[in-house]
């Protein structure tokens, strides 16, 4: 996992140039080779794209921040990977973990600003998956569990409880292709065990998160909601069996806003994605959370020392936020390759791009880095029904206990150089990007269909599309 950064504070007087994420420990990262910088089709965070991959693809800054932008981001880099400690601690400004927790720092999930997976064995510790927790109230609203609250932390400090251990088991789903190629999926069962304050409630619902990358987002916020809404056919009047829709959440004020951020497109801001995982994975308070994440039953979680109020004070949450919101987009690569190109065409043909939208256009935003640009992230932001395969039966928002918000495809092929493996979808069940389009159903049903149509030729086409993005 990633190495703690020594310390600094919120100042950005006196803060280093950022290079690499100084979350790595391997070289920066490496020029992507035969990509033209002038290719439009490569720009996939249009003026915020870079056109490096290894490593450290995922974790390196916007090219046309100023000065004093590169000293915040390098500011927000390092709290972003450093990891909290137990309160009361010497390291003023970054003690408070827990008392229950997930993850000591943002990059033991986020490693390399890149994307979490499963534990793969049973003494592979969790890092990256969690398990949303909620009870379902008649109206059908989810409500978190009345012991345990709405999210599963395994880990606690000294003299507290942990709440429980997260087990999977995999049952092996088998399938053929038209032609003949048989297919085998790991569809994954979640238990929690040895649980540290009672039984769960008996009508538990359980959802499982990865830890996605987080690179891109700053331009993702900056996209008008009115091209959303431009986007949605929640009737599905066009007929076309898509019928993506916006999810309107609460946000801190109480208004009800148009969401973009999580599985659900359940957060609408960056900042609030922020603070809330650093609430509910760190254990780390802020302005937007100020109230530890203990309920009332749990007694050694109340009384335990925090590490100031709040514990993430304003200006540490600006830097992280502005750090996420300046990540630089990966190139795209390959592009051109006739095998490539045909792919493209494939993803196409199949419908793919009815809810993985390549293209979008941002709006007047705050950093100007991210404003009016022309990006392709590959997403509509919208959530679909992705039917019952895929269903968590746990509501959120607007979003039903079966739909997903479209995940943003860009990067997707430097997943494996970033963070050493391919896994995919909300829980990481997909071994690699084959597998997740095997796994769509609902809205995608047809897509999935015809994919299964497909000879091996234009399969493989379609994946090194997929592997250029």
């Known amino acids: 996992m990633a190495a703690a950064c020594t310390g600094s504070d919120s100042s950005t007087s006196s803060a280093p140039e950022p290079g690499p994420s100084s979350a790595s420990t391997e070289p920066a990262a490496t020029d992507v080779a035969g990509t033209p910088i002038d290719n439009t089709e490569a720009r996939s965070g249009g003026d915020a794209t870079v056109f490096v991959a290894g490593r450290n693809a995922f974790g390196q800054p916007i090219d046309s921040l100023t000065r004093e932008e590169r000293r915040a981001f390098a500011v927000g880099n390092n709290f972003f990977n450093d990891n909290w400690v137990t309160a009361p601690a010497s390291t003023e400004g970054r003690d408070g973990l827990g008392p229950m927790f997930n993850a ?40 978190p569990d009345p012991v345990y609250g709405g999210q599963l932390q395994d ?10 251990r997260i087990v999977i088991e995999r049952t ?51 996209v008008p909601d009115d091209a959303l809404l431009a986007l949605a056919d929640p009737d599905d009047a066009d007929g076309d069996g898509i019928s993506g829709r916006v999810n309107r959440v609460l946000d801190p004020s109480g208004d009800l806003v148009i969401g973009r951020f999580g599985w659900k497109s359940n957060v609408a ?95 007047p935003a705050a950093i100007a ?56 979808l909300h829980d990481g069940r997909a071994r690699n990007a084959e597998e997740a389009i095997l796994w769509h159903g609902g809205e995608a049903a047809d897509a999935q269909n015809r994919f299964l149509q497909l000879d091996p030729a234009a399969r493989g086409q379609l994946l090194k599309f997929l592997d250029s993005l």
Request: aromatic letters at 6%; charged letters at 25%; one cysteine or more.
């Open 369 to 424: 880095a991210t404003s009016n640009q022309t990006i392709r992230p590959y997403t509509d932001l919208l959530l679909h029904d992705m039917g019952p395969d895929l269903a968590d039966e746990r509501p959120d928002g607007e979003a039903t206990g079966s739909e997903w918000r479209t995940a943003p495809l860009w990067g997707i092929g430097l997943i494996d150089d970033v963070n050493d493996h391919t896994r995919l």
């Open 155 to 164: 880990r606690a400090i000294n003299g507290v409880p942990v709440e429980g």
């Open 104 to 143: 000591q720092s943002c990059s033991s999930c986020h490693e390399f600003d890149g994307r979490g997976a499963p534990p793969l064995a049973a003494d592979d510790p969790e890092r990256g998956l969690l398990l949303r927790l909620s009870v379902i109230a008649p109206d059908g609203s989810a409500l």
């Open 172 to 222: 092996e789903v088998h399938g053929t292709y038209a032609d003949g190629t048989p297919y085998t999926l790991l569809a994954p069962t979640y238990t929690i065990e040895d649980l540290g304050y009672g039984p769960l409630a008996a009508d538990i619902a359980v959802s499982p998160r990865i830890a996605p990358a987080v690179f891109g987002v700053g331009l993702l916020e900056a």
């Open 269 to 363: 801001t960056v900042e609030q994605q922020t603070a809330s995982a650093f609430h509910g994975d760190i254990g780390i308070s802020s302005r937007l959370h100020p109230v530890q994440d203990c309920t009332d039953t749990q007694a050694e979680c109340a009384a335990a020392i925090d590490g100031g109020e709040p514990e993430l004070d304003d200006a540490k949450l600006e830097r992280v936020t502005f750090y996420t919101r300046t990540l630089a987009v990966p190139a795209r690569r390959d592009v051109g390759d006739p095998d490539t190109d045909a792919g493209a065409a494939v993803f196409d043909e199949l419908g793919c791009s009815s809810c993985h939208r390549p293209e979008m256009r941002t709006g």
